[in-house]
């Protein structure tokens, strides 16, 4: 086996991959910096660490890997997608203030490889969430096939440590192609209840978008474009609709506020429309 | 270890390759390791060429019964262990096994690194950076 004291990876426009039957081993770390992608397919038990400062990181494409980031130290994302393949992580995982962690599920790969029936996916980290940046958790279209427009998830920390910050997990079942029977468990054992973001009512849409606090007790929902608000401040019955059973629903899990995020109208269709140009509704 | 049933000839230019299959085991300089056992004579040399996968040097040592020709045993020492830092290495991934057909990162064996620009091979504990020179991004991680 490899025992270097500190792989780095810092690419741009040649992508990598690590393929083979050794691994790495020791107390060595890895990093990688740059916007290129980054393909895990050895299993490696180094105790060091990795850190993931930017672009892409696959693991799992080579085979099911739950020992891409090795058995010990952290797993630090900041500003990096990681395409995970639904099995367990070992590591604990920090997200630094202010920065983004996406984990993406391609529906396809997890239908061939986790579930073989109902294409949904599952996520699992065995160790703690830290830190006070942003995890979102993305659900994507399987390749040339058409994805499956069914697919539940669930995602399941063994644990939340919000001892350095509080953090924020989006859940978002497919950015592409949303489903109408769309659904995601988050499980957080501690502190944190379960939240589902099951289907509203009556029209029964999915929630595409939620963002909840694992602490403070609000939660943000970030509405499909078909929740559009009207330019004249007009609020549809199905949002009312919408609106109450999010707070039926909150209110049983935790109260706190709530604000719907909806898109403006007429909705931008290319580019997807930036959060930063919703209009807001509180719910508190 | 090897058991020679028979004479043992160590021909100029054969290579012993160390690898250390315990990399939780400390080795430390004057360890003997044996390596081969005769039954009868030794002829040949005992400056093969040996590596490993630390940096270091190493010598055969030969220990023959009394009675000649009845046979002996001879073991690997650890002659010295390098002190110096780990190496900073670059990967380049310019030399493809031809049978696998990828660019190997394995023990001290292909000189796909370079270190101040000379191609170099990977010791443990060296620092390993993967960036945009490379001629292949595809590196085959080999368990020794």
């Known amino acids: ?284 | 270890m090897i058991t020679v049933n028979g004479t043992l000839n160590i021909a100029t230019g054969t290579a012993i390759r160390i690898n250390q299959i315990n990399e939780d085991m400390l080795v430390s300089v004057g360890d003997e390791f044996p390596m081969f056992v005769y039954t009868k004579a030794r002829t040949g040399t005992l400056n093969p060429i040996i590596s490993a996968g630390f940096r270091g040097t190493f010598s055969l040592v030969d220990a023959p019964n009394p009675n000649p020709n009845s046979g002996g045993t001879i073991s690997l020492r650890i002659d010295t262990i390098s002190n110096a830092p780990p190496a900073n290495l670059t990967w380049t991934g310019a030399n493809v096994n031809p049978f696998t057909g990828f660019a190997e990162w394995d023990l001290n064996i292909t000189p796909n690194f370079t270190e101040s620009g000379s191609p170099a091979t990977f010791f443990q504990k060296d620092n390993v950076l993967f960036d945009d020179s490379a001629s292949t991004g595809t590196v085959n991680i080999r368990r020794p």
């Not at chain 1, 490889?113 to 958790?137: E, P």
């Not at chain 1, 944190?192 to 602490?215: E, I, K, Q, V, Y």
């Open chain 1, 1 to 284: 086996m490899i025992k270097p004291t500190l792989v780095t990876i810092n690419n741009n426009s040649l992508n990598y991959v690590f393929n083979g039957d050794g691994g790495l081993i020791g107390s060595g770390g890895l990093v990688k910096t740059g916007s290129g992608t980054l393909t895990i397919g050895t299993q490696n038990r180094h105790t060091g660490g990795s850190t993931i400062n930017g672009g892409y990181v696959m693991i799992g494409q080579l085979g099911n890997n739950s020992l891409a980031f090795g058995t010990g130290g952290t797993l630090t994302v900041s500003n990096a997608t990681l395409q995970m393949d639904g099995n367990p992580i070992l590591n604990d995982m920090y997200i630094p203030a202010g920065s983004t962690a996406t984990l993406t599920y391609e529906r396809l790969f997890a239908w061939n490889s986790i579930t073989g029936s109902s294409g949904s996916a599952s996520g699992n980290f065995s160790g703690n969430l830290h830190g006070s940046g942003t995890l979102v958790i993305a659900m994507s279209g399987g390749g040339s096939n058409k994805p499956d427009a069914n697919g539940n998830g669930s995602f399941i920390f063994n644990g939340v440590d919000n001892s350095d910050g509080t953090g924020y997990v989006n859940l978002i079942p497919d950015l592409d192609y949303p489903s109408p029977t769309c659904s995601w468990v988050l499980a957080m054992p501690t502190p944190a209840a379960t939240w589902s973001g099951t289907r509203d009512s009556p029209r029964r849409r999915a929630l595409p978008f939620a963002r909840r606090s694992a602490t403070c007790g609000s939660m943000i929902c970030r509405l499909a474009p078909e929740w559009h608000r009207h330019p004249y401040g007009q609020s549809t019955a199905s949002v009312g609709t919408l609106r109450r059973w999010i707070l039926v629903v909150w209110a049983a899990i935790r109260p706190g506020p709530v604000t719907l995020l909806m898109p403006r109208w007429p909705r931008p269709t290319s580019p997807r429309p930036a959060w930063e140009r919703w209009s807001s509704l509180e719910m508190c």
